[in-house]
Structures are given as structure tokens and as C-alpha cells.
């Protein structure tokens, strides 16, 4: 069987690879598990030490915001204190996966939460700002507290990294079509989303990423 290595995918290709790994017992959390600790080592490789770095991690409330759920406990476990953004009420998190995520960090001191609908008087004196407010589930204008939480990001001199897709790129146009987080390094999760190389300025470096997806799960999809 061949598999194409190299293949940029749309937001409906990636969503039907994802289901057919979740129903091979691929489970979605573990999807998410990955995701989130492959994202860390990305900062821990820029940042050795994450003892003395500010790092500030926004989270939505799908599952772009359960990747960044783990980015946090990860960054925990490198020794980091990283304060989580989160946007919105924590009762109207959309997924299982990504509400364990958070209760998780609900039990654990070494993360300071803000939970917010109103992101715009928080001090954001971050070092690094991690982008888990909008992924591949992004439709239409960008709405609050979002949209302030895009604003608020983008005023910030922090090193950016998006998680999968800069929260405001439409992953499979490239185009922005109202705000957008301006990243220095979006790390996008199995393959590459056919818009992102066109939307480069906001993506900045963009990295590939496995999250344990196994190939047959493409079968019926890209092969
Ligand atoms: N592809 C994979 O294998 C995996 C991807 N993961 C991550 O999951 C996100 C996609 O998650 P999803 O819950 O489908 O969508 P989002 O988090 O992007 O959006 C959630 C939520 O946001 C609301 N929304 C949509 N558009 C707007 C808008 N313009 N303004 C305000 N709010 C908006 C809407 O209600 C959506 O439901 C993917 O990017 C990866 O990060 C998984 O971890 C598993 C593996
Ligand atoms: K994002």
C-alpha cells in the first residue's frame, strides 16, 4: 500500500482521517495527548529553561483549546508556570477530550488560571504566548472574547506559536477574513492544511507535525 507522504489536505480530509482513527481505537484524546506534548518540545527546544519563562497559553473552548489544555500540563512537567487563558466558561467546553484536559488543570498548582469573557484587561507581560483559541473549527467573523484575545496577542512582542492553525486563518483558503493571531511558528498536526503555505505571513514558520494517526486511517480519504 502507498501512502502520500507529502500531501496538503482540507479541513474535511483531516476531519474524516481523525474519525477513522478514532473508530480504529485511535482515540481523539490520544490524538490530543500527542499534539500537545510535540507542540511543548518545540518550546522547550527554543527555551531550555522554562523555569524563567513567562508563558501565557489561550485556549477556546474546542479542542484547539484541549491541545493547548496539554501544551500546559506538559509545560508543567519541564518545570514551567504557565498561566491559561481560558475564554469563556469552562462549563461550555465542546468536548469530552478536551474538558479532561482542563480538569486536569483544575487540580494543579503549578498552572494559574484565568478564566475570562473579557481578555482585554488582562497584563499579558508573556515571554512566549501559545494560540489555542481557533483551529480547523473556525467559521465566519472571529466573535468575543475571541476576537479581543486575537487583538491582545498580536500587540504583545512574545514569540507566538499557534497550535495547528493561526487562530483566525481559514486552514483551507489561507485568507484571513477578519482578525488573525501573526505567528512566528504554527504547529499544524499530521499533515499539511492545503491554505496554510498561502497564508505563510500570518503562519510564520509552519511545522508538521505526527500525532500518532495511523496511515490506514487515510484509506478511502487520500488513497
Ligand atoms: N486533526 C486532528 O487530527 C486533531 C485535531 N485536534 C485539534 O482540534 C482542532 C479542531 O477542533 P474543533 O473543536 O473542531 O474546532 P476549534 O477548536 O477550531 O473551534 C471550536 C469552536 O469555536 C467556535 N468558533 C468557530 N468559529 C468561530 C469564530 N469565528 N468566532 C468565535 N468562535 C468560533 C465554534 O463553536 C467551534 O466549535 C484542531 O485545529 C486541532 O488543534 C484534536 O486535538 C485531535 C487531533
Ligand atoms: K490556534
Not at 115 to 134: F, R
Not at 185 to 199: A, F, N, S
Amino acid at each position: 500500500m502507498k501512502f502520500n507522504i507529502d500531501m496538503e489536505i482540507t479541513v474535511k480530509q483531516m476531519m474524516q482521517i481523525e474519525e477513522n482513527g478514532h473508530q480504529m481505537g485511535f482515540f481523539r484524546k490520544l490524538m490530543m495527548e500527542n499534539a500537545g506534548a510535540i507542540t511543548t518540545r518545540h518550546i522547550v527546544e527554543r527555551y531550555p529553561d522554562l523555569r524563567s519563562v513567562k508563558i501565557f497559553v489561550f485556549a477556546g473552548l474546542g479542542n484547539n483549546g484541549g491541545d493547548a489544555f496539554v501544551v500546559a500540563r506538559h509545560i508543567a512537567a519541564f518545570d514551567g508556570n504557565p498561566t491559561v487563558v481560558l475564554l469563556g466558561n469552562p462549563d461550555k467546553i465542546k468536548t469530552e477530550e478536551a474538558n479532561s484536559n482542563w480538569k486536569i488543570l483544575e487540580k494543579m498548582n503549578s498552572i494559574n488560571l484565568i478564566i475570562t469573557s473579557d481578555p482585554s484587561k488582562i497584563m499579558l507581560d508573556a515571554d512566549v504566548i501559545v494560540d489555542g483559541i481557533l483551529g480547523t473549527g473556525i467559521y465566519g467573523k472571529i466573535r468575543e472574547p475571541y476576537s479581543s484575545a486575537i487583538d491582545l496577542i498580536n500587540k504583545s512582542n512574545a514569540f507566538k506559536l499557534s497550535v495547528d492553525v493561526p487562530s483566525g486563518l481559514d486552514p483551507d483558503t489561507g485568507i484571513v477574513h477578519d482578525k488573525c493571531v501573526k505567528a512566528d511558528l504554527t504547529i499544524t498536526y499530521h499533515k499539511m492544511k492545503i491554505g496554510m503555505p498561502k497564508g505563510q505571513d500570518m503562519c510564520g514558520t509552519i511545522v508538521v507535525e505526527k500525532i500518532g494517526i495511523p496511515p490506514e486511517a487515510e484509506i478511502g480519504v487520500l488513497s
